[in-house]
């Protein structure tokens, strides 16, 4: 039986984060993760957004990590070479009643250290912002907020933490896990290995795998969200927008990602099938753009997605604000129901975690850490996506990466995700992998 110091289950984001954190340490680490590839869950389907902090409750965790999170965001992206843009973001209001909720979020982003707010008037927001629709009663700027594409920060992170000496194996699904003296026995179909420590990162299903050994305190009550892509082509806004409405569900969020494209995140909604949209929420999505942003061509929408929000609770039915490390047993540490922000605090939590192993163990550090990761920018001449400008150069980089399918290519160098979604080059990307294997170059 292959024994290890660390398993991490589940390779999202704070799976990547915590494995990559562990190896600051000499601690053997492996990855377990039961999709064929990095970031397939909640990782994949989110708003992008590196929070500035206002939003939580001042003492929390969730805000302290925010606040760090967001602050060393760029050094972050500068050390695993994935894009980030400072953006700064307004959260407007245009009823009146909805101005003191902004000011409460101005006093809370205060307290809780968020650089450069300010409250400004409508008019001030109009300016800043010119498609905004007129009428702002107030808006709260905050200039430290940014935008990151989390899979490829997942990613990224991922490949740091196997160059750094961690391990992973990719469609493995942890069946069975078995507190034993050395620690745990951790069962898939396929192999069982034996484990001295426990990280549980399995995003929605995190309840159900610490079910697997202890049960939890904490449960997930899921629920969904809906997406639209905007063509580059769009016109949109520099800042995120935040539409802060006096009736809760009604606003959205405008995004302008890194690559170029507006994001629409809509409202929280009931979940039917995870990860699917429903036309009544597209359409009423499509309307808000509308009224927010009047200049918007709804017509360069090129593509919608949903995604599957978990909601933690405890047994009383009290749900839950802040982050929760459930360590019910020594060595087993569970992250259960990180959502928002999940993706500015990931590299604080993967580092939480790891400092909580270490200890445990005792563990000495690692001198050879190196946070270096390179992108993938070495391009040739012959263009295969021809929307997003990738080359074939790029795209045999992401398969020697490890990319086993034409999504996986297109989550680490962007083909397929310009205008025509990859209806012209997805045959060929196909073919190449047909013809190099799954990372065999
Ligand atoms: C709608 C939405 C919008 C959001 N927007 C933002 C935002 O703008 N900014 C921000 O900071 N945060 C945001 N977040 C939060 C952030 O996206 C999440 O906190 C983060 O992505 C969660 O990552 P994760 O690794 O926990 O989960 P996941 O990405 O879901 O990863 C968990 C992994 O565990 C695997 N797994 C599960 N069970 C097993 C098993 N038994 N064996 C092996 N593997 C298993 C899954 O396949 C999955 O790959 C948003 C969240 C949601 C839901």
Same mark, same amino acid.
């Given at each position: 039986?292959?024994?290890?110091?660390?398993?991490?289950?589940?390779?999202?984001?704070?799976?990547?984060?915590?494995?990559?954190?562990?190896?600051?340490?000499?601690?053997?680490?492996?990855?377990?993760?039961?999709?064929?590839?990095?970031?397939?869950?909640?990782?994949?389907?989110?708003?992008?957004?590196?929070?500035?902090?206002?939003?939580?409750?001042?003492?929390?965790?969730?805000?302290?990590?925010?606040?760090?999170?967001?602050?060393?965001?760029?050094?972050?992206?500068?050390?695993?070479?994935?894009?980030?843009?400072?953006?700064?973001?307004?959260?407007?209001?245009?009823?009146?009643?909805?101005?003191?909720?902004?000011?409460?979020?101005?006093?809370?982003?205060?307290?809780?250290?968020?650089?450069?707010?300010?409250?400004?008037?409508?008019?001030?927001?109009?300016?800043?912002?010119?498609?905004?629709?007129?009428?702002?009663?107030?808006?709260?700027?905050?200039?430290?907020?940014?935008?990151?594409?989390?899979?490829?920060?997942?990613?990224?992170?991922?490949?740091?933490?196997?160059?750094?000496?961690?391990?992973?194996?990719?469609?493995?699904?942890?069946?069975?896990?078995?507190?034993?003296?050395?620690?745990?026995?951790?069962?898939?179909?396929?192999?069982?290995?034996?484990?001295?420590?426990?990280?549980?990162?399995?995003?929605?299903?995190?309840?159900?795998?610490?079910?697997? $050994?202890?049960?939890?305190?904490?449960? =997930?009550?899921?629920? +969904? &969200? *809906? /997406? !639209?892509?905007?063509?580059?082509?769009?016109?949109?806004?520099?800042?995120?927008?935040?539409?802060?409405?006096?009736?809760?569900?009604?606003?959205?969020?405008?995004?302008?990602?890194?690559?170029?494209?507006?994001?629409?995140?809509?409202?929280?909604?009931?979940?039917?099938?995870?990860?699917?949209?429903?036309?009544?929420?597209?359409?009423?999505?499509?309307?808000?753009?509308?009224?927010?942003?009047?200049?918007?061509?709804?017509?360069?929408?090129?593509?919608?997605?949903?995604?599957?929000?978990?909601?933690?609770?405890?047994?009383?039915?009290?749900?839950?604000?802040?982050?929760?490390?459930?360590?019910?047993?020594?060595?087993?540490?569970?992250?259960?129901?990180?959502?928002?922000?999940?993706?500015?605090? $990931?590299?604080?939590?993967?580092?939480? =975690?790891?400092?909580? +192993? &270490? *200890? /445990? !163990?005792?563990?000495?550090?690692?001198?050879?850490?190196?946070?270096?990761?390179?992108?993938?920018?070495?391009?040739?001449?012959?263009?295969?996506?021809?929307?997003?400008?990738?080359?074939?150069?790029?795209?045999?980089?992401?398969?020697?990466?490890?990319?086993?399918?034409?999504?996986?290519?297109?989550?680490?160098?962007?083909?397929?995700?310009?205008?025509?979604?990859?209806?012209?080059?997805?045959?060929?990307?196909?073919?190449?992998?047909?013809?190099?294997?799954?990372?065999?170059?």
């Amino acid at each position: 039986m292959k024994q290890y110091d660390a398993i991490v289950i589940g390779a999202g984001i704070l799976g990547c984060m915590t494995a990559r954190s562990l190896r600051r340490w000499n601690i053997s680490t492996l990855l377990l993760e039961k999709e064929e590839d990095v970031c397939r869950g909640i990782t994949r389907a989110n708003s992008a957004i590196v929070y500035a902090g206002y939003d939580n409750k001042p003492g929390s965790l969730k805000a302290a990590l925010t606040v760090r999170g967001n602050a060393d965001m760029e050094a972050l992206c500068e050390e695993l070479e994935v894009p980030f843009s400072r953006c700064g973001s307004l959260l407007v209001a245009y009823e009146p009643e909805a101005v003191p909720k902004l000011e409460k979020k101005l006093s809370n982003g205060r307290k809780n250290g968020v650089p450069g707010l300010k409250l400004l008037s409508g008019p001030e927001a109009e300016a800043m912002e010119p498609m905004l629709k007129k009428g702002v009663a107030a808006a709260l700027y905050a200039p430290s907020t940014g935008t990151v594409n989390p899979w490829l920060l997942g990613i990224a992170a991922y490949e740091n933490a196997l160059q750094n000496g961690a391990e992973a194996i990719l469609g493995r699904e942890v069946l069975a896990i078995r507190p034993c003296p050395e620690g745990y026995q951790v069962e898939t179909r396929e192999e069982v290995y034996q484990t001295r420590m426990v990280f549980n990162c399995a995003g929605a299903f995190a309840d159900r795998v610490q079910g697997l $050994a202890f049960a939890p305190e904490v449960k =997930l009550k899921l629920d +969904g &969200a *809906e /997406y !639209l892509v905007f063509d580059r082509l769009a016109k949109k806004p520099e800042r995120v927008i935040f539409y802060q409405t006096q009736s809760s569900g009604k606003g959205i969020t405008a995004i302008p990602c890194t690559e170029g494209n507006l994001l629409i995140a809509g409202v929280r909604k009931d979940m039917t099938i995870p990860y699917a949209t429903s036309p009544e929420g597209l359409v009423e999505m499509l309307d808000r753009v509308k009224e927010l942003l009047p200049e918007t061509d709804t017509g360069l929408v090129i593509r919608s997605f949903g995604a599957v929000r978990p909601n933690p609770y405890r047994d009383s039915g009290e749900s839950i604000p802040d982050y929760v490390i459930e360590n019910p047993a020594p060595g087993f540490y569970s992250l259960i129901g990180v959502k928002t922000p999940g993706l500015t605090c $990931a590299e604080g939590l993967g580092m939480l =975690l790891a400092q909580r +192993g &270490a *200890e /445990y !163990l005792s563990a000495e550090e690692n001198p050879d850490f190196d946070p270096k990761r390179r992108g993938i920018s070495e391009k040739d001449n012959d263009i295969l996506c021809q929307c997003e400008q990738i080359s074939r150069a790029e795209i045999l980089e992401a398969i020697r990466r490890g990319a086993s399918t034409v999504e996986a290519v297109k989550r680490r160098v962007g083909s397929g995700m310009g205008r025509c979604q990859g209806s012209r080059c997805s045959g060929e990307i196909a073919r190449l992998l047909e013809e190099y294997g799954h990372g065999s170059l």
